[in-house]
């Protein structure tokens, strides 16, 4: 994400504003890929809903083979004024001297929010919405597209008018002009290399020089390209989808670099920058088709709710939603935006229990049947549960594109070692709608491995090991490279043996844990510090050290990471909490019990995570 983002965080003192202005009723306008909640009145509404849906059109005519739409849908609040929109933004925006912000898109693993203030007067009051819907479009390509190619089509989106039927879009940046004439551009065979680990990717100044220049040579291209007819963007995605270096398909697509970087520089500082201008006139939207209904206060208070706790401010949103259930006691979305908090506080079986009431009130959000059978699943690795499944499959029918129910279910097949070979082609599905996640590679890999086909499991892995960008994901590939060749290995020792004819008993490898699995009654000890190295084994199994006082390491570990209890103190996550991914870096307290296994200090029983 770029320099524009704003980082959602759970702040441990949340200032408070008043979550319960809605003087004026509000309505939703809904098209066929997008939902608009705003208190502007329906015509504002409409008007508004049409620009998105015209944003999307330019997004699918420019980039054909763009992920247009996200799996997550797409609901946007669309605030009327100050007022309104300051109850509902984040905390850290309403501190005295903050900067004030017209709009914001908030993306996590599940949902995405689109948030406005429609009586904004900047320039481009929907840039920093039109950037962040771009990275949504391209998620997709995440595996294989670069990072200065990725930022630079956010950077040309943001600028973009939609003005009616017309839509003006390329507009020049004139901070990233002049920032780029008055510093040194990054060489290109560096710029097109830098990724998310890289210092011009973080330091204040080279990512400033990092965004300009793959804004300048974004637009360079996409324009020359249109003028000249060539199709150099085009010819270069194809070959990074194909996992050619960047360096060699930016050769083979731009030809030679010194004279690409030569000409960007005269394009820097010619100062005669170019914009796209299109007609959406003949894009097939059908402004008629729009539907419209007026909500009651509860509907739009529950909807409100879920976005203040999306964006961390907790206090408001509990306030919000006790009134909601005490006016509608079924209230739907109330329900599950309660498991959405309990789950955040590690409270599984409430949040359980609160998805559970909202799936039994006929909820049609595939989210309330997907996390009610995650956190059934908590606890749960041994007995068949039929709920487990069938709130998994009904997640399926009711968004066939959200990939982590296809993987969660075939984790659920595998941990039983049942109906594998319908896991595997859930595992298949899961990569297909989402290539760049790598745990669902290594996932698909682990039960591959179950089937005893490991030269399959092998190549799986070492695609993701090419893909794995994050060094947890290529940690956790890594790991489970090793633990299959140490499968392999001790597969093949019985013949080895034989050959020397020597009798042996044939090895057995054991599928039980690393670990033995201690009694959680026993006396609890205390460790405070830094979680580091985390290390994951199928299905359920971590491994980590809490890094405390200079020699004061403690070694942890426990054999089904579902039961542990986890509290948060100060912090939230976005998306649901993956131990494997999630706790690396992060402060805790955990308690645990000593382990009869002398090479690991202990087993872990609850952590506590802090801020």
């Known amino acids: 994400m770029g320099r524009r983002i704003f980082y959602l965080v759970l702040l441990a003192i949340v200032v408070r504003a008043s979550a319960a202005v809605a003087d004026d009723p509000w309505v939703e306008v809904t098209s066929a890929h997008f939902a608009l909640l705003t208190d502007a009145g329906e015509k504002e509404g409409r008007r508004t809903l049409d620009q998105f849906e015209r944003m999307r059109w330019v997004f699918h005519t420019l980039f054909p083979m763009a992920k247009v739409d996200p799996a997550e849908p797409i609901v946007v609040l669309a605030a009327k004024n100050q007022k309104t929109f300051s109850a509902l933004e ?20 599940d949902k995405n929010y689109i948030l406005l203030r429609l009586d904004e007067e900047y320039e481009h009051p929907f840039a920093s919405v039109y950037h962040e819907y771009t990275h949504v479009q391209f998620a997709s390509a995440d595996g294989w597209l670069p990072l200065w190619l990725n930022e630079g089509i956010a950077e040309f989106m943001q600028n973009t008018d939609i003005n009616g039927k017309d839509v003006r879009l390329g507009q020049p940046s004139m901070d990233d002009i002049l920032y780029l004439r008055q510093n040194r551009i990054i060489p290109l065979p560096v710029l097109f290399q830098v990724d998310s680990n890289s210092p011009y990717y973080h330091e204040e100044q080279k990512g400033s020089v990092f965004y300009a220049e793959s804004w300048a040579l974004t637009h360079y291209l996409l324009v020359t390209d249109h003028q000249n007819r060539t199709h150099r963007v085009d010819d270069y995605t194809a070959l990074l989808s194909q996992n050619v270096d960047p360096v060699t398909a930016a050769e083979k697509a731009f030809g030679d670099l010194k004279q690409l970087e030569a000409a960007l520089h005269s394009y820097i500082q010619a100062a005669q920058y170019k914009e796209f201008v299109m007609s959406s006139a003949a894009a097939p939207i059908d402004e008629s088709s729009y539907k419209t209904e007026a909500l009651a206060k509860t509907q739009s208070d529950a909807v409100r709710a879920d976005v203040l706790a999306s964006v961390g401010r907790t206090d408001d949103a509990r306030a919000l939603l006790d009134a909601v259930l005490k006016q509608d006691p079924n209230n739907v979305q109330a329900r599950e935006t309660m498991g959405f908090l309990a789950s955040h506080s590690g409270k599984f079986d409430e949040a359980r229990r609160w998805y559970g009431e909202a799936v039994k009130l006929g909820s049609q959000n595939f989210l309330a049947y997907y996390y009610f059978a995650i956190f059934s699943m908590y606890g749960n690795d041994q007995e068949p549960d039929p709920e487990i499944e069938s709130s998994l499959r009904t997640a399926m029918r009711l968004n066939p594109r959200f990939a982590p129910a296809y993987d969660r279910l075939a984790s659920y097949y595998g941990m039983r070692h049942e109906n594998l070979e319908d896991a595997h082609r859930l595992n298949v599905r899961a990569v297909e709608l989402d290539p760049a996640n790598i745990v669902f590679r290594v996932n698909s890999a682990s039960l591959l491995m179950e089937m005893d086909r490991y030269s399959d499991a092998m190549a799986v892995l070492e695609t993701a090991a090419k893909m794995a960008k994050k060094p947890e994901d290529l940690s956790l590939v890594q790991n489970r490279i090793e633990e299959l060749n140490r499968v392999q290995a001790a597969r093949t020792q019985p013949a080895a043996d034989a ?37 994951c084994n199928y299905p359920t199994e971590i491994e980590f050290r809490v890094e405390g006082a200079p020699g004061k390491n403690v070694s942890l570990y426990d054999n089904d990471f579902t039961n542990i209890e986890l509290t948060a103190v100060g912090l939230t996550f976005t998306g649901s909490v993956n131990p494997c991914s999630d706790f690396e870096g992060k402060k805790a307290r955990v308690k645990y019990v000593a382990s009869s296994d002398k090479s690991v200090d202990g087993q872990v029983v609850a952590i506590e995570l802090r801020k």
Do not use: C, E, N
Request: glycine letters at 8%; aromatic letters at 8%.
């Open 499 to 535: 050959s020397a004819q020597v009798v042996s008993t044939p090895v057995v490898v054991s599928a039980g844990p690393k670990y033995p699995t201690m009694p959680v009654s026993a006396a609890k000890l205390t460790a405070d510090g830094v979680i580091r190295d985390v290390k």
């Open 90 to 109: 984040p905390a850290s925006y309403l501190a005295k001297g903050q900067l004030k912000i017209g709009g914001y898109f908030l993306h996590s693993s």
